[in-house]
């Protein structure tokens, strides 16, 4: 579970996070949405101590994030825009095991949750592929995998879908709603509904670092329509 309590962020005296207060139970499906600048990535880098609160507070299962950051770490993975720059390893396969590498597990738990979750994003026969030879939307699934070898309980998605395209858009979506429907929660953090609507067990949406609606897509639908956020 993820708490935030008043949670207030600033960016020298500009206001970017209001007084945040939101829980988010493990294997929810929950869209982020706002418009341009209206807090969702500054929100979601204090799920696990990316950034530190000005005031209130920010929890992982009822511990504070700064009292225990592997923790929270391990709790909450991320996944940002433009994860060619963020892959560590030549080939898809030491790419995925190298985070659950650096938790000390044994060679065969690692084999296993790198099999387990490359075949919940469908690239079980990739493994030994190289990196440099992915297409985008390949490149979004292997790294959704590597956050998923880590097992999280909540995988945190910033803008997955930028700079794909339809195809890439759909694979990616349908590998989602598998891993969410293994138990995995996820934050998608979006300006755009159209892709995850049909996935989203919440949608909240932020305006001016507030939160503006929180609610289930059916109840939501009519009042978001009118601040800048594509709805299908
Ligand atoms: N590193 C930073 N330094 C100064 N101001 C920042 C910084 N990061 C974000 N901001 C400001 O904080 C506010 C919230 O930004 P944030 O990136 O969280 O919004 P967002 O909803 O994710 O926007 P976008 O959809 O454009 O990514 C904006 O006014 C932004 O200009």
């Given at each position: 579970m993820i708490t935030t309590r008043n949670l207030v962020h600033r960016f020298g005296g500009a206001?970017?996070?209001?007084k945040i207060s939101l829980t988010i139970p493990d294997g929810q499906f929950v869209v982020l949405a706002g418009p341009n600048g209206s807090g969702k990535t500054t929100l979601v880098r204090h799920f696990n101590g990316l950034l530190t609160p000005d005031e209130g507070d920010v929890l992982v299962d009822e511990t504070p994030v700064e009292d225990d950051l592997v923790a929270a770490r391990t709790r909450v993975g991320m996944v940002f825009q433009h994860p060619r720059d963020t892959?560590?390893?030549?080939?898809v396969g030491a790419d995925v095991s190298f985070g659950p590498e650096n938790l000390g597990l044994s060679h065969e738990e690692i084999d296993r949750r790198v099999e387990t979750s490359l075949s919940a994003v469908g690239?079980?026969?990739?493994?030994?592929?190289?990196?440099?030879?992915?297409?985008g939307g390949e490149c979004q699934r292997v790294a959704i995998a590597g956050a998923l070898a880590m097992e999280p309980a909540h995988l945190v998605l910033d803008?997955?879908?930028?700079?794909?395209?339809a195809p890439a858009r759909d694979s990616v979506i349908s590998h989602l709603e598998r891993c969410s429907k293994d138990g995995t929660g996820f934050v998608v953090v979006t300006h755009d509904l159209r892709d995850v609507w049909s996935l989203a067990d919440r949608i909240v949406a932020l305006r001016d670092g507030q939160i503006a609606v929180d609610g289930k897509p059916s109840e939501v639908a009519s009042k978001i329509a009118d601040f800048g956020i594509h709805v299908p």
């Open positions: 206001v970017a996070l209001d892959f560590v390893s030549a080939t690239m079980e026969d990739r493994k030994n592929d190289r990196i440099g030879s992915l297409s803008e997955p879908f930028t700079g794909l395209d």
